[in-house]
């Protein structure tokens, strides 16, 4: 007998089966249950709907419609903070003949601008369906005159047209586009900005 240690033989069968069986045990600890499973489906498949709704989002304009003169006019809802019924006016002396004058909106005073005098339509008096369309920007509120409201309802971007021939003077530098359906889209930020709009609280003089 020699002073050298014998080494016992590795049993690799028997490696690689523990090796296998403790991989199995990982395995099942992360594998999620049913509820972990159907929450996880979940969200994916909200995921996948947003997706295409954000695109369909970006290529459409959502309009609150209206009538002018017997004409339909959109203003994109972005723009728009309310919608109310025609009471109580208020007429401001000094003011452009476009100025209807002001409404008290819950303790809020809001110019209303006659816009069909703007655009130089023809007028109509004031009925029961003349509604106030308060538009508002982040610097800017002010309320423009409808004869009608007709509802809200959203367009394609690739149905819009630059313009028609009819649409020329002051309402082109308010136009946004027209739809295949002929409604007159007016840039509501181009009309917020305009300082010939713009009412000012107090009048010189």
């Keep these: 007998m020699n002073g050298k240690k014998k080494h016992a033989a590795i049993d690799w069968r028997a490696v690689h089966q523990r090796l296998d069986a403790a991989r199995a045990a990982t395995e099942r600890a992360w594998a999620p249950d049913a509820e972990e499973t159907k929450r996880v489906l979940k969200a994916r498949a909200q995921a996948l709907a947003r997706e295409p709704a954000q695109a369909q989002a970006a290529d459409a304009l959502e309009l609150v419609e209206f009538v002018l003169a017997h004409e339909r006019y959109g203003v994109e809802t972005s723009f728009v903070r309310e919608i109310h019924p025609l009471t109580d006016l208020t007429p401001l002396p000094c003011t452009p003949a476009f100025v209807l004058g002001v409404v008290n909106l819950r303790g809020e005073i809001v110019s209303v ?8 339509l023809p007028e109509k008096g004031l009925t ?13 509120r002010f309320g423009i005159l409808a004869d009608a409201v007709l509802g809200v309802r959203r367009v394609s971007v690739a149905e ?12 082109e530098a308010y136009l946004r586009g027209v739809t295949a359906g002929r409604t007159v889209i007016l840039d509501a930020e181009k009309v917020l900005a305009d300082e010939r709009i713009v009412v000012r609280e107090q009048v010189d003089g």
Excluded at 113 to 120: A, L, P, T, V, Y
Excluded at 128 to 140: A, H, P, R, W
Aim: hydrophobic share 40%; aromatic share 6%.
């Design 113 to 120: 601008i006659d816009i069909k005098k703007f655009f130089d």
């Design 128 to 140: 029961d369906l003349n509604k106030v369309i308060v538009l508002q920007s982040e610097t800017m």
């Design 160 to 171: 819009i047209q630059p313009s028609l021939p009819t649409l020329t003077g002051v309402r």
